[in-house]
Structure formats: structure tokens, C-alpha cells
């Protein structure tokens, strides 16, 4: 097998929300690609997360994983800082923890605060964190996970106008932080995916008249697997993308057109 197979070769990448779904799909595919892992998540629920970083290693890479709440600067900048420690350095960061979200009207003010902090003060929190490692190095991408939800109106049955709204501000902090960090080569891209196959969604995609009924939504007529978001992931933060940056790219099937 040819370098050219492995394009983030010895790259550290920091995947947050990581232990299960789009996460985990991206922390295994990006080990798959070369890269060095380190994950965090909130929990380590039935030690999913320690399994994430076995399998991590199991692919010939160095894996890195602690719980953390990424809507906490203490947390943030302790993870950060270990993973400089065990790993030497930052070089991709994929802003994916999530949070729900709900209708607007009827949403709580303590709802709304838990929501907003980890979909939009996290990956603020991260971004300020990493950038401190990657702009003396003058290299770096930072890659969010948005939605289709924070780009139209949501085709699906899904009672979540705050959760759009936090995938709206992903995008706007897509657009302005690759203005700021372009002067240091750093690259700032998100994915705004439709609706995947995760745990998050399986009330979903495992009731067959719920799947008879979305599937018009979208051209490919079929919601997306983990590692469709993955494998876009990947070419995102890699150098085939060196001339990407401040884009959001939809991953949803055709559903936004």
C-alpha cells in the first residue's frame, strides 16, 4: 500500500463527541488514514470510550481518550494540553459533540443554555484552544459538524428550531474563523450532514413506515451510514483540500438543493 493511502500520516487529529456515531465513524476513519486519535466525550458509558481508543490502536495508530465537557474552558484546555503532552502536537480539530436541541416555543431556559453550551460555546471553546497550538506551527484545519438544518428548513418531522439555530451559528463561525486563521495556514471547513443512521437517530431509521416516509426527502432516497460522513471528513482536513476553506459542505443525499 502506497503513502498516497494514507493521507493524514503521523497527524494528530482531536475528535470530540467521539465515542459512538459520526464521531467514533470519523476518529476510526482518520486512524484508517494515518492519523494519530484522541477522543473525548462527556462519559464513558460501558466503556465505549476506551473502546474507541483500543480500536484506534488496533489499527497500528496512537490513541488518546478522557472524559470531558467541552462547554467547560477548564476541561477544554486540560484535554487539549494532554493531548499536546502524549501526542507532541494538534493538527485537526472535528467539532462533533452535540446536544439535541427542541422547539422553540416550548423550550426551557435551562434547555435552551445546556443546548447552546455544547453545540455552539464548545467548539468556540476548542476552537480558542487549538489555535494556540496550531498557529505557532502555521498548519492545522479545523473541520465542525453542522446540519442541513442550520442551511433550510428542515425537511424532516423533527421539532428542533434551537438545534438549527446552533447549526446556523456553526456556520457563521465556519465563515469568520477561516478569515482569522488563514494568515496561519489554517484551514476552517464544516460538513453539514442530513439525517444519519446513529444511535441518535435509530427511532428513526429502524421503523420501517418512519423510513417509507422520509425517504422521498432525499434524491438517494435513504438516510446516510456514519462512514459516508467519515470519508468526506477525511478529504476535508486532508491536503487534497488544501484550497477549501470557510465552506460548508452539504453531505445529505440531495435533500438540500
Known amino acids: 500500500m502506497s503513502?498516497?493511502?494514507f493521507p493524514l500520516l503521523n497527524r494528530t487529529a482531536i475528535i470530540t463527541g467521539g465515542r459512538r456515531g459520526i464521531g467514533k465513524a470519523i476518529a476510526l476513519a482518520m486512524a484508517n488514514a494515518g492519523a494519530n486519535v484522541a477522543v473525548c466525550d462527556y462519559v464513558n458509558e460501558n466503556g465505549d470510550l476506551d473502546e474507541v481508543g483500543a480500536e484506534v490502536r488496533s489499527l497500528g495508530r496512537k490513541?488518546?481518550?478522557a472524559i470531558a465537557d467541552v462547554s467547560k474552558k477548564i476541561d477544554v484546555d486540560?484535554?487539549?494540553?494532554?493531548?499536546?503532552k502524549n501526542m507532541g502536537t494538534v493538527d485537526i480539530l472535528v467539532n462533533n459533540a452535540v446536544n439535541?436541541?427542541?422547539?422553540l416555543l416550548q423550550i426551557t431556559e435551562a434547555e435552551w443554555q445546556a443546548s447552546t453550551d455544547v453545540?455552539?460555546?464548545g467548539p468556540i471553546l476548542f476552537c480558542q484552544a487549538v489555535s494556540k497550538v496550531m498557529i505557532p506551527q502555521k498548519r492545522g484545519v479545523i473541520l465542525s459538524l453542522a446540519s442541513i438544518e442550520g442551511v433550510s428548513r428542515n425537511p424532516y418531522p423533527r421539532q428542533s428550531t434551537a438545534y438549527g439555530i446552533h447549526k446556523a451559528g456553526i456556520i457563521m463561525l465556519t465563515k469568520g474563523l477561516a478569515w482569522d486563521l488563514a494568515p496561519y495556514n489554517i484551514r476552517v471547513v464544516a460538513i453539514a450532514p442530513g439525517l444519519v443512521e446513529t444511535e441518535l437517530t435509530r427511532s428513526l431509521w429502524s421503523n420501517p413506515e418512519i423510513v417509507k416516509a422520509l425517504s422521498p426527502a432525499a434524491p438517494l432516497g435513504r438516510m446516510a451510514k456514519p462512514n459516508e460522513i467519515a470519508d468526506v471528513a477525511v478529504f476535508l482536513v486532508s491536503d487534497g483540500a488544501s484550497y477549501i476553506t470557510g465552506q460548508t459542505i452539504l453531505v445529505d443525499g440531495g435533500v438540500v438543493t
Open 3 to 5: 503513502i498516497n493511502s
Open 63 to 65: 490513541a488518546y481518550t
Open 78 to 84: 486540560n484535554f487539549v494540553n494532554n493531548v499536546v
Open 100 to 103: 439535541g436541541g427542541g422547539n
Open 119 to 121: 453545540n455552539l460555546k
